[in-house]
């Protein structure tokens, strides 16, 4: 299965690689020659520790190129009455009576704790391409769904705000 992409995550992406390959490879391979200096390597912990930082940056690299190269890119252009991608999304939850607000993302920018909730969650799933007014069923399971209704849609003027989940 191929991630979904926009275009502006596929960017924020290679800015990310950029700056890890001029920026952070520098620091972590100036970090190994300053602690291989300071003699026996076999019990040198910031040797261990800076040999870890310099290989965690690589693996970082390699996974964002990887992420590039097999994403299937798609837009983030939606009806300005229809919930899509980078949409803020303010929804009523009937069995809590509650309004909440959250906006649709790509999985790779998915944060719930910040409500980004990717297209592909149950929740994403069940809003995407409905409007203002609409009752949603969101099936959580066969065994389990609920019922929301979108009280309003805006879309994300911010988009710095979205930002790429780093591991």
């Not at 930082?53 to 590039?68: A, D, F, P, S, V």
Request: aromatic fraction near 8%.
């Amino acid at each position: 299965m191929f991630d979904e992409l926009t275009q502006k995550d596929i960017e924020k992406m290679q800015e990310e690689i950029e700056y890890r390959k001029l920026v952070v490879r520098k620091e972590a391979l100036e970090s190994v020659k300053e602690a291989r200096a300071q003699g026996d390597l076999s019990e040198n912990f910031e040797y261990k520790a800076a040999k870890q930082y310099k290989n965690q940056n690589e693996g970082r690299i390699r996974y964002l190129e990887k992420m590039i190269k097999t994403a299937k890119v798609v837009s983030d252009e939606s009806k300005d009455d229809e919930v899509g991608l980078n949409t803020r999304v303010e929804v009523y939850f009937e069995e809590d009576d509650e309004v909440e607000e959250y906006t649709i993302v790509t999985t790779i920018r998915g944060n719930s704790l910040k409500g980004l909730i990717s297209k592909e969650s149950p929740l994403g799933e069940a809003l995407f391409g409905h409007k203002v007014g609409d009752r949603v069923e969101v099936k959580v399971n066969e065994n389990y769904s609920y019922f929301v209704q979108i009280k309003s849609i805006g879309k994300n003027v911010d988009d710095d705000a979205i930002g790429i989940r780093k591991f």
